[in-house]
């Protein structure tokens, strides 16, 4: 086989893994275009400035630099520097398992921190009305309920918390070990 076919035939199963990294990404709740982005890095091997993502993905630098943005608040991705390179320089975690763990955390990370802002405005206003002298039998039972169901969702909460932390920690690795590929044999 003639060595451009070669090249032209690894460069498509190349862009076939970003697909699949994109579509991955999707199902856990990511847009496609960071998924693509990901991809992209994780496939060039090497850091990448906006002008290549843009170029490579053919879209525009505005988008991209939101897109990037993005995947930095999902900790997936990170700026790096090289020296002689004006340009920012991105890059994509390399470990399948850390990717997926930051992306697990930063959605729940988010959703607790939502989750604690709620629950404070919550308690604040079941204390005015607990405050409220005389509550009626049918308040007071409503006012319990409302109690009883703050303390559930703190509990839930709590644990998502915990879990979250199980993730980061690393610990999940000792209860769902990483098997062994049979390359590294």
């Given at each position: 086989?003639?060595?451009?076919q070669m090249l032209?035939?690894?460069?498509k199963?190349?862009?076939q893994f970003?697909?699949?990294?994109?579509?991955?990404?999707?199902?856990?709740?990511?847009s496609?275009?960071?998924?693509r982005?990901?991809?992209?890095?994780?496939?060039?091997r090497?850091?990448?400035?906006?002008?290549?993502?843009?170029?490579?993905?053919?879209?525009?630098?505005?988008?991209?630099?939101?897109?990037?943005r993005e995947?930095?608040?999902?900790?997936i991705?990170?700026?790096?520097?090289e020296?002689g390179v004006?340009?920012d320089?991105?890059n994509?975690?390399?470990?399948?398992?850390?990717t997926?763990?930051s992306?697990?955390?930063s959605?729940?990370?988010?959703?607790?921190?939502k989750?604690?802002v709620?629950e404070?405005k919550?308690?604040r206003?079941?204390?005015?009305?607990?405050?409220?002298?005389?509550?009626n039998?049918?308040?007071?039972?409503?006012l319990?309920?409302?109690?009883?169901?703050?303390?559930?969702?703190?509990?839930y909460y709590?644990w998502?918390?915990?879990?979250t932390?199980?993730f980061?920690s690393?610990?999940?690795?000792?209860h769902?070990p990483i098997?062994e590929?049979?390359?590294?044999?």
């Amino acid at each position: 086989m003639e060595e451009e076919q070669m090249l032209n035939k690894m460069i498509k199963v190349e862009e076939q893994f970003v697909d699949k990294i994109a579509d991955n990404m999707h199902t856990f709740g990511i847009s496609i275009t960071v998924g693509r982005v990901l991809g992209t890095i994780y496939m060039n091997r090497e850091p990448m400035t906006l002008d290549e993502l843009s170029e490579s993905i053919g879209m525009s630098k505005t988008r991209m630099s939101q897109v990037v943005r993005e995947m930095l608040d999902l900790n997936i991705a990170e700026k790096v520097f090289e020296k002689g390179v004006r340009k920012d320089l991105y890059n994509v975690e390399r470990d399948y398992y850390q990717t997926f763990i930051s992306l697990f955390t930063s959605n729940w990370r988010k959703a607790i921190n939502k989750s604690k802002v709620f629950e404070q405005k919550l308690q604040r206003e079941l204390a005015d009305i607990e405050k409220s002298e005389p509550l009626n039998e049918q308040t007071e039972e409503k006012l319990n309920e409302l109690l009883k169901e703050t303390r559930i969702w703190l509990d839930y909460y709590d644990w998502i918390d915990r879990l979250t932390e199980f993730f980061e920690s690393g610990e999940i690795f000792e209860h769902v070990p990483i098997r062994e590929s049979k390359t590294d044999k």
